[in-house]
């Protein structure tokens, strides 16, 4: 990840994705640990949840907050979550 501009906020859709349906329970739980990061996190690592989006497969979570807040949610999804974990810039 480019440091540059690393603490500037913009908008980022982040896509967790499974190979089978997701129950809810496992929904609940990825939009549970990610809500209790936005709520925990200060500074720097802080962001705003703007929307959620589901399907079967997939999850779709946006966010408002900086490179280093997206590089920490990240993290913990990949340290907590067996799932494809991907993001890309939302600038709509």
Request: contains cysteine.
């Amino acid at each position: 990840m480019n440091i540059d501009n690393i603490n500037k906020n913009g908008k980022w859709l982040v896509t967790i994705a499974s190979n089978h349906a997701l129950s809810n329970k496992e929904k609940d739980f990825i939009i549970d640990l990610i809500s209790e990061e936005a709520r925990k996190t200060i500074g720097n690592y802080s962001f705003i949840i703007h929307d959620v989006l589901e399907s079967q497969k997939y999850l779709m979570i946006l966010i408002e907050g900086s490179k280093i807040a997206l590089r920490n949610i990240l993290s913990v999804c990949n340290d907590n979550i067996p799932y494809t974990i991907s993001y890309e810039r939302y600038d709509k």
